[in-house]
């Protein structure tokens, strides 16, 4: 059964990725209204954030949504190739799609915009297939997690897991990225440690 997601306004600015104030001023403007609760407060539906996003909605039907992704702009010929060799699968398999999505994004960012939003449509039972043509296009960890929600759901998950389709550069990004998360931590741990004795040595003192 479909149900509509709402946000507050503060919600809706951090899943479009736009200030608080920039909604306020679209509201002002006309440009993208939001609906108003018998308190006066703004409220923002799924019609509102696939306007802000750029994406068509239809209730008329489950979809049929394809996602492409890269990590950054100079990785955009990879984007086209992903999409080139999805797109000669469903043309070869007579799949007709309701939602081309095409993110750049890195792989260990679970706020993306464009994948949030197919999450959320996902979870509330609007998806019936989803192609896509690497596991790590959709996340480079946790892809049990979507595997496990597209189960409950009753999307059929199809993976092309073209080895070529999955860029080594972008792996390589990916694990300094986790280098450098891990390695902050550690020195905050650090950090951390210093204080609390220092603390204990002042509890002491006194």
Not at 27 to 56: F, M, Q, W
Not at 126 to 147: C, N, S, T, Y
Request: glycine share 6%; proline share 2%.
């Amino acid at each position: 059964m479909y149900m509509m997601n709402t946000y507050n306004v503060s919600e809706f600015s951090k899943v479009v990725g736009v200030s608080v104030h920039t909604l306020q001023r679209w509201d002002r403007e006309g440009a993208l209204k939001s609906n108003r609760t018998p308190t006066n407060r703004r409220v923002y539906t799924e019609e509102h954030l696939c306007r802000a996003l750029g994406i068509a909605r239809s209730d008329s039907k489950r979809l049929t949504v394809v996602y492409a992704r890269v990590s950054s702009q100079s990785q955009k010929p990879d984007l086209d190739n992903q999409i080139s060799t999805l797109k000669s699968y469903t043309d070869a398999k007579g799949i007709i799609v309701d939602e081309w999505i095409n993110e750049i994004g890195g792989g260990l960012n679970f706020k993306r915009r464009k994948f949030l939003w197919l999450m959320d449509m996902l979870v509330s039972g609007r998806v019936e297939r989803l192609i896509i043509a690497h596991k790590d296009r959709m996340a480079r960890f946790g892809f049990p997690l979507i595997e496990h929600y597209c189960q409950v759901y009753q999307c059929e998950l199809i993976v092309l897991n073209s080895e070529q389709l999955s860029p080594e550069q972008e792996m390589v990004q990916d694990l300094m990225a986790i280098t450098h998360c891990f390695s902050s931590r550690l020195y905050g741990l650090r950090n951390y440690r210093k204080a609390l004795n220092q603390a204990i040595k002042d509890d002491k003192g006194a």
